[in-house]
């Protein structure tokens, strides 16, 4: 009886990993025709990428005010600064984007410097 509950259990919670269920789900959302999934994209050549923010913020880069925003879609995470803004209406926590740019390192992490973008409804 044991081994039925710990296989059963184990079923349960291969199903209930939120974390690997949200990249599943994310990763279906956003793939689109033209956009490249963020964990395959190259550094240094033009890219389109498609995700949902999930943090933004404020952190002044050299004296000057820069909006950082990490833009996930399940294959990675990048992080996107607009340098010189304080705030982007609409930018915020949960919402669906589309950004244009050349991915570049900074502080060994992948960052997208003022890239062209679109928000999705």
Do not use: C, Q
């Amino acid at each position: 009886m044991t081994e039925h509950k710990s296989r059963l259990r184990r079923s349960l919670s291969r199903w209930a990993d939120t974390g690997e269920a949200h990249a599943r789900d994310l990763r279906a959302a956003h793939a689109a025709a033209g956009d490249v999934p963020i964990g395959e994209a190259p550094d240094r050549e033009r890219v389109s990428l498609r995700g949902t923010i999930k943090t933004v913020t404020l952190r002044p880069r050299g004296g000057v005010p820069a909006l950082e925003a990490e833009l996930e879609d399940g294959s990675g995470v990048i992080t996107i600064v607009w340098l010189g803004r304080r705030r982007i209406a609409g930018i915020g926590p949960g919402r669906a984007m589309r950004v244009e740019g050349r991915i570049g390192s900074a502080t060994g992490h992948r960052v997208l410097f003022n890239p062209r973008y679109e928000l999705i409804p």
